[in-house]
């Protein structure tokens, strides 16, 4: 073990920036990846990064609205860390040579998204805010000389001694190969290959989730899930090209078969109320007739938005003069994996950063363009913890890992009768072995299942929830479940993660940000005060 050294699963903006900044700190690491490194949910990031560097805005501010955004759910210190650090992380990078758009003076163009009370959403490329960063760390990581990475590499699973995480079980060219570390970060992204429809890639199955559980990780919060309201409507297109909520920050409209501006019915902010609010509209006009975007009168629309341009010039709509047929499609995770600010988990030697881990920032509903600063704030305290917890006596047998604190005001959430943590006891499942890994024969033959298991999730775990509906779900992901051929372990982790989010929901018996129980009344607004 003390020749092993972190592992970081997961190629997004949180496990480079994780390597990274290990490396920095003089910390070999190992970054796995299922695909390319480019095959991530932040390289297809549109929208851009929220930090409070302009003028008139303040960290205070940018806590306020996400703390308002995240419907009265979202931990107070999580997004004060959130909102203080991330101006230093956007000011290294820019440091380091990524290169932001400019306005003609040079300073920092700043954008204008939903539930933001001021433009402070910096971009690169127009609308290739992930694609240009996930490019710059990605050539960054690639020659660093403590940083190794292994392309199409799966972890199938997490190895224990009992007590803390200690390496990772991964297949490599169908391989299997056992991987000791002296930490395992998760870093590996969202669910929305679980939903019909979804924007995120094809690689993003919950897989990061289900590792977790299998030891006896703590879950949090993985009921909130959020649809984007503006993915372009394509029947049978999976994942759904994006269409950025910039779009509507610079005057896009949302219109009915009427022609009509139909999210003024739902909150007097219309377009640039929050995305649960926004997607819940598009949804219900969508299923009576068609919601389009109405971005004609953008200027200069093509220069902005270079990105979405040659997406709808490759379905032949042309914005300029053309309505873009909108509905809303499964986008990110806000809970995950319970940590502390730091990225530990409950279970030792194991931490989690990203979308994949529950820090609290995100509360019931992510406010726009906080994912990537979220990657990179957390995956910087993640580092450095790690860094930190090698020179701490004890380190290697867990006597030093600290709990992971319950940070929200637990009374306050106990009054309001929110479900404890989703916890087992540790570990329930029977591990994995090399021998059961090495073949996708029986995954392969599960592709009808797995099809079966986003109809049901779409149906009775989307937007729009009821008590039938999700015990109907509850029954039928078990029945898809006792069908699965014994070494199906891939769709197993698919349907495991299905079955724990319909359950979250079932318990969840409020409607609140992304999750709308229509037997339940909503909650009512948080009070919008600064932090």
């Given at each position: 073990?003390?020749?092993?050294?972190?592992?970081?699963?997961?190629?997004?903006?949180?496990?480079?920036?994780?390597?990274?900044?290990?490396?920095?700190?003089?910390?070999?690491?190992?970054?796995?990846?299922?695909?390319?490194?480019?095959?991530?949910?932040?390289?297809?990031?549109?929208?851009?990064?929220?930090?409070?560097?302009?003028?008139?805005?303040?960290?205070?501010?940018?806590?306020?609205?996400?703390?308002?955004?995240?419907?009265?759910?979202?931990?107070?210190?999580?997004?004060?860390?959130?909102?203080?650090?991330?101006?230093?992380?956007?000011?290294?990078?820019?440091?380091?040579?990524?290169?932001?758009?400019?306005?003609?003076?040079?300073?920092?163009?700043?954008?204008?998204?939903?539930?933001?009370?001021?433009?402070?959403?910096?971009?690169?490329?127009?609308?290739?805010?992930?694609?240009?960063?996930?490019?710059?760390?990605?050539?960054?990581?690639?020659?660093?000389?403590?940083?190794?990475?292994?392309?199409?590499?799966?972890?199938?699973?997490?190895?224990?001694?009992?007590?803390?995480?200690?390496?990772?079980?991964?297949?490599?060219?169908?391989?299997?190969?056992?991987?000791?570390?002296?930490?395992?970060?998760?870093?590996?992204?969202?669910?929305?290959?679980?939903?019909?429809?979804?924007?995120?890639?094809l690689v993003a199955t919950g897989d990061g989730w289900a590792l977790a559980w299998r030891v006896g990780a703590e879950l949090r919060d993985i009921e909130f899930l959020q649809f984007h309201p503006t993915a372009l409507k394509l029947p049978g297109v999976n994942p759904a090209p994006l269409i950025t909520e910039a779009v509507r920050g610079a005057g896009g409209v949302l219109v009915d078969r009427e022609g009509r501006r139909f999210c003024f019915d739902a909150d007097p902010r219309g377009e640039l109320a929050p995305r649960d609010v926004v997607a819940r509209a598009v949804a219900t006009a969508d299923a009576t007739g068609g919601a389009w975007l109405d971005a004609r009168e953008v200027h200069d629309f093509g220069g902005r938005f270079p990105g979405v341009t040659r997406i709808l010039d490759d379905h032949g709509i042309n914005p300029r003069?053309?309505?873009?047929?909108?509905?809303?499609?499964?986008?990110?995770?806000?809970?995950?994996?319970?940590?502390?600010?730091?990225?530990?988990?409950?279970?030792?030697?194991?931490?989690?950063?990203?979308?994949?881990?529950?820090?609290?920032?995100?509360?019931?509903?992510?406010?726009?363009?906080?994912?990537?600063?979220?990657?990179?704030?957390?995956?910087?305290?993640?580092?450095?913890?790690?860094?930190?917890?090698?020179?701490?006596?004890?380190?290697?047998?867990?006597?030093?890992?600290?709990?992971?604190?319950?940070?929200?005001?637990?009374?306050?959430?106990?009054?309001?009768?929110?479900?404890?943590?989703?916890?087992?006891?540790?570990?329930?499942?029977?591990?994995?072995?090399?021998?059961?890994?090495?073949?996708?024969?029986?995954?392969?033959?599960?592709?009808?299942?797995?099809?079966?298991?986003?109809?049901?999730?779409?149906?009775?775990?989307?937007?729009?929830?009821?008590?039938?509906?999700?015990?109907?779900?509850?029954?039928?992901?078990?029945?898809?479940?006792?069908?699965?051929?014994?070494?199906?372990?891939?769709?197993?982790?698919?349907?495991?993660?299905?079955?724990?989010?319909?359950?979250?929901?079932?318990?969840?018996?409020?409607?609140?940000?992304?999750?709308?129980?229509?037997?339940?009344?909503?909650?009512?607004?948080?009070?919008?005060?600064?932090?």
């Amino acid at each position: 073990m003390e020749d092993s050294r972190p592992i970081i699963v997961g190629s997004g903006i949180a496990g480079l920036w994780t390597a990274w900044r290990l490396a920095a700190e003089g910390q070999r690491a190992l970054v796995l990846t299922k695909g390319k490194l480019a095959d991530s949910a932040s390289a297809w990031a549109q929208g851009g990064i929220a930090v409070a560097l302009g003028p008139g805005d303040s960290p205070s501010q940018h806590a306020a609205d996400t703390l308002a955004a995240g419907d009265g759910l979202s931990d107070p210190e999580a997004v004060r860390v959130l909102t203080n650090e991330g101006p230093d992380r956007i000011r290294e990078l820019v440091a380091l040579g990524a290169v932001f758009d400019r306005g003609p003076d040079g300073t920092l163009r700043f954008g204008l998204e939903a539930a933001h009370t001021r433009p402070r959403i910096v971009h690169a490329g127009g609308d290739q805010t992930g694609a240009a960063v996930m490019a710059f760390l990605t050539e960054k990581v690639r020659h660093h000389p403590l940083i190794e990475i292994l392309r199409y590499s799966e972890v199938a699973a997490l190895r224990h001694d009992g007590t803390r995480v200690t390496g990772v079980l991964a297949l490599r060219g169908g391989a299997p190969v056992e991987l000791p570390a002296s930490h395992v970060i998760l870093a590996t992204g969202g669910v929305g290959q679980l939903y019909g429809v979804t924007t995120n890639p094809l690689v993003a199955t919950g897989d990061g989730w289900a590792l977790a559980w299998r030891v006896g990780a703590e879950l949090r919060d993985i009921e909130f899930l959020q649809f984007h309201p503006t993915a372009l409507k394509l029947p049978g297109v999976n994942p759904a090209p994006l269409i950025t909520e910039a779009v509507r920050g610079a005057g896009g409209v949302l219109v009915d078969r009427e022609g009509r501006r139909f999210c003024f019915d739902a909150d007097p902010r219309g377009e640039l109320a929050p995305r649960d609010v926004v997607a819940r509209a598009v949804a219900t006009a969508d299923a009576t007739g068609g919601a389009w975007l109405d971005a004609r009168e953008v200027h200069d629309f093509g220069g902005r938005f270079p990105g979405v341009t040659r997406i709808l010039d490759d379905h032949g709509i042309n914005p300029r003069k053309d309505l873009i047929p909108v509905a809303p499609a499964l986008h990110y995770a806000m809970g995950g994996i319970r940590t502390d600010l730091d990225g530990r988990s409950s279970r030792p030697g194991l931490w989690a950063v990203g979308e994949v881990a529950s820090t609290g920032v995100h509360g019931a509903n992510r406010l726009a363009s906080n994912s990537l600063l979220e990657g990179l704030v957390f995956a910087d305290r993640v580092a450095r913890a790690v860094v930190a917890s090698h020179q701490e006596p004890g380190w290697m047998e867990g006597t030093r890992i600290r709990p992971v604190p319950a940070r929200r005001n637990e009374a306050f959430i106990s009054r309001l009768g929110h479900p404890a943590p989703l916890r087992q006891p540790a570990p329930a499942f029977p591990p994995l072995e090399p021998e059961d890994v090495a073949t996708r024969v029986a995954d392969d033959r599960a592709a009808g299942l797995l099809a079966q298991m986003r109809q049901v999730m779409t149906a009775d775990v989307g937007m729009l929830r009821t008590e039938a509906g999700l015990r109907r779900a509850q029954q039928a992901l078990a029945d898809l479940a006792r069908q699965l051929p014994p070494a199906a372990w891939r769709s197993a982790n698919q349907l495991l993660v299905a079955r724990l989010i319909a359950h979250a929901a079932l318990r969840r018996r409020e409607s609140r940000g992304g999750h709308r129980r229509l037997d339940y009344p909503p909650a009512p607004a948080p009070a919008r005060t600064p932090s």
